[in-house]
């Protein structure tokens, strides 16, 4: 059993005066050395109390602030949100907080590090507490912590990762969506089809003779003229498409919100292009054709899979009729 | 709540602290918020850590989980979870006396988890002449792996956990949220202590 | 002769916390109920003078108790204890028809002082 007198809460012991004198000026110093601000409030919001981290992060004089409204003394705040926010401390009497991650800073105070972030201020974690005095008086204290560095290397952190994840869906090659992420977004863009009864459109396209292409060119060549392809198919598409990298030599497009009659228009466009764009390569001018097959989404499949393949069946019969050209999948009829 | 050895006085005795916290944090709360609250008893069970992570991965719709930090004398500590269903996370800023522009959904449900939170602690706390000091409450996006490394990084280790399940009915609509606690095994030893005290005083 | 006594809570701890309280010869004449319908029974059964309530109770609850007590038009003198302390409460069931409102946790004087005050003592 623990002795519970030990452990109880220090009642206010009566200390000999010379001693309360002396943790007094221990008290003010440590204020004063912290590497955070400390703010103290009375109930209608004017300032007590400052310690030195204010002082020195910021152009205001002591005779000044002291007395002030908090809300003249650093106009900056926004006053409506953070009087109803102190108003909570007051009238419930329990802490109340406010983080960077939700509001980058309150108090404009320089950030004094020597790496460059995407802000001049602070970044900074602040937290209200509600203080009462034995004389009954109440005030709020508001504490004021610098977290410049953890916001740095947090969104450092956060764009690297980002990076990483954005390599790992990139082909290499060509520097559009490798088949993986593409297939996970077509995962998520049927999801959305079906649970909102949307259009969903694809188109399944593949370069015509690749391999007489890599025979002829190197590898090479066949690797330019996919990349060259890429880029002249990714012109036309609009930022919600998603176009990936399929096999090969085999692409596949996105098109959310789009019906089959719409994917068929953009189907013969890319085949136009890709047709009368002649690609250079070691200054012999490529004629490189491609065929496309085009499916839209209808209430048949029960997976984006089903999808794929009647694209790809309409691919096949692209190349079956010679070639360079838009074959549709049948539209399903009840 | 076998699991946690309590006698059945010890069980009848928390629960009544409770009741008595959740009465007096809701007539706080109905002031501060304007409003009437309508008390229902919070029920308490015990509940394992496999088992919760497996309640939480269950619940499909929960929006977001708010994690927050206590300690007090005499080892009392823990962890509060709050936990959000899409459905109740609209009207929060018009709940808690702001323009619903002139806060973020996220800081909106981190502010009200904190209040729920140390109004209920504290009176609980004060209760069992103690008193509690809280850390800033941190909002996890409700994603399974995030959640379950947040459970296993705990500054404490726990296996058990005291699920005190709050429901917040205010006048003109429904705002539900759970509250777990999360107390680690020397924590509850010596809340039984406290316990003994309280009962022994009849 | 003490009056007829019937302490209603779902707590075990309350209702000793109730107990305690009240005179030391009346603790023959004291009933108890652990909820509301248990309540209902014993007053419909019994006539019961004081009726010490809980409001927060699973099943039926304190106000469904009051309400019931004003359907039997029951003469009994009721005192609310509970944790639900809003003011719209405390309205609501002296508008039901209790004597006094007290908070938990009860203390002893203010009980008394209650039954005093009502000329129960």
């Known amino acids: ?296 989404l209808s209430r048949e499949e029960s997976n984006y899979e089903a999808l794929i393949t009647r694209a790809d069946s309409a691919l096949y019969e692209a190349k079956l009729k010679g070639r360079n050209q838009v074959c549709s999948a049948p539209e399903v009829v009840f | 709540m076998n699991e946690f050895h309590l006698t059945e006085d010890q069980q009848d005795c928390l629960q009544e602290l409770i009741n008595i916290a959740m009465g007096q944090a809701s007539d706080q709360l109905a002031r501060y918020l304007d409003t009437f609250v309508y008390l229902k008893v919070p029920s308490i069970e015990s509940v394992e850590a496999k088992e919760l992570m497996i309640t939480l991965s269950q619940q499909k719709n929960t929006l977001a989980v708010v ?15 709050l936990l959000y269903q899409e459905e109740d996370s609209g009207r929060i800023a018009d709940l808690l006396g702001y323009e619903p522009d002139e806060l973020s959904q996220d800081e909106q449900l981190i502010d009200i988890s904190s209040i729920l939170t140390t109004t209920f602690l504290n009176v609980f706390a004060q209760q069992i002449d103690n008193q509690l000091s809280y850390n800033a409450p941190k909002l996890l996006p409700n994603v399974q792996e995030i959640l379950s490394e947040h459970l296993q990084q705990m500054p404490f280790t726990w296996n058990l956990a005291l699920k005190v399940n709050i429901n917040y009915q205010v006048t003109d609509y429904s705002f539900n949220c759970n509250m777990i606690l999360l107390i680690p095994e020397t924590a509850i030893t ?12 009849f | 002769m003490s009056p007829s006594v019937l302490i209603c809570d779902d707590s075990n701890m309350a209702r000793k916390q109730v107990l305690r309280s009240l005179p030391p010869e009346w603790k023959d004449s004291v009933q108890v109920a652990c909820n509301g319908a248990e309540a209902l029974t014993i007053l419909r059964d019994n006539s019961i003078e004081i009726l010490f309530l809980d409001l927060t109770m699973p099943g039926i609850d304190g106000i469904g108790v009051l309400q019931g007590i004003q359907k039997l038009n029951l003469n009994c003198s009721v005192f609310v204890i509970s944790a639900d302390i809003q003011p719209e409460m405390q309205t609501k069931v002296k508008a039901l028809g209790a004597k006094e409102f007290m908070r938990k946790p009860v203390q002893s004087d203010a009980l008394l002082n209650n039954l005093q005050q009502h000329g129960l003592l």
Request: with cysteine; net charge negative.
């Open chain 1, 1 to 296: 059993m623990p002795d519970n007198k030990s452990l109880t809460t220090p009642k206010s012991t009566s200390l000999p005066a010379v001693n309360k004198w002396v943790l007094e000026q221990i008290n003010s110093q440590i204020t004063n050395q912290l590497n955070s601000g400390v703010l103290v409030l009375d109930t209608d919001f004017n300032i007590v109390l400052w310690n030195r981290f204010l002082q020195v992060h910021t152009d205001k004089v002591s005779d000044n602030i002291i007395g002030q409204s908090i809300f003249t003394a650093f106009p900056e705040l926004p006053q409506r949100w953070l009087s109803r926010k102190l108003s909570s401390v007051l009238e419930l009497n329990t802490p109340s907080f406010c983080s960077w991650q939700q509001r980058h800073h309150l108090f404009e105070l320089p950030h004094t590090r020597p790496i460059t972030t995407d802000s001049e201020f602070m970044a900074q974690n602040c937290t209200f507490l509600p203080i009462e005095t034995d004389t009954g008086n109440r005030h709020i204290c508001i504490l004021i912590e610098d977290v410049t560095d953890a916001c740095h290397y947090q969104m450092q952190l956060q764009k690297t990762l980002a990076e990483i994840a954005q390599i790992s869906r990139i082909d290499g090659l060509t520097q559009i969506y490798n088949r993986k992420h593409w297939q996970d977004t077509l995962e998520q863009e049927y999801a959305k089809a079906r649970r909102h009864d949307k259009k969903l459109s694809l188109i399944m396209l593949d370069l015509d003779h690749f391999k007489l292409l890599n025979d002829n060119y190197g590898h090479q060549g066949g690797d330019k003229v996919l990349i060259e392809v890429s880029a002249l198919i990714s012109a036309l598409l609009r930022v919600e498409d998603t176009f990936g990298r399929y096999g090969g030599e085999e692409f596949a497009i996105i098109l959310p919100e789009t019906d089959s009659a719409g994917a068929i228009e953009l189907a013969h466009r890319i085949c136009r292009i890709i047709a009368t764009t002649p690609l250079i390569y070691n200054d012999q001018g490529i004629n490189v054709t491609v065929s496309l097959g085009v499916a839209q």
């Open chain 2, 67 to 81: 994690s927050q930090g206590f300690f007090g004398y005499e080892g009392i500590r823990g962890e509060s979870l």
């Open chain 2, 190 to 201: 010596n809340i039984k202590y406290v316990l003994d005290r309280v009962l022994e005083e």
